[in-house]
């Protein structure tokens, strides 16, 4: 079983920072790709970032390119998002998600295992 577990969320002022990181058990976590997603209320889930199994090949939304990183320590079984200049609509509750495969994808349906979710509040 595959557990996943977000941190790092929280409410921030429009132009802010937050680092979010997702703890992965129960699998060998550098085999696998790992991605971000987020959904905000009345809307639906969409992709924001993923990486490789190595961390070699990272995308990105459009929509975060140049604002958000993802990152991996496989070391620590751990991915991270960090989030720069934020924006009201970056609100939303971000998960992670495992990908049983090494290479990344932008489609929730490659994904296999999913974390509960961080809220992330920005606030104008």
């Known amino acids: 079983q595959v557990q996943l577990a977000e941190s790092g969320g929280g409410l921030v002022q429009a132009g802010g920072s937050l680092r979010l990181s997702c703890a992965v058990s129960?699998?060998?976590?550098?085999?696998?790709?790992m991605g971000w997603f987020r959904q905000a209320p009345g809307k639906e889930r969409e992709f924001v970032a993923a990486i490789s199994s190595g961390g070699g090949n990272t995308i990105y939304a459009d929509s975060v390119k140049g604002r958000f990183t993802i990152s991996r320590d496989n070391a620590k079984n751990t991915v991270y998002l960090q989030m720069n200049s934020l924006k009201p609509e970056d609100t939303a509750v971000y998960s992670c998600?495992?990908?049983?495969?090494?290479?990344?994808?932008?489609?929730?349906?490659?994904?296999?295992?999913w974390g509960q979710g961080t809220q992330v509040t920005v606030s104008s």
């Open positions: 998600a495992v990908r049983l495969t090494s290479g990344v994808s932008y489609y929730s349906s490659g994904y296999r295992y």
């Open positions: 129960g699998r060998t976590f550098n085999n696998y790709a």
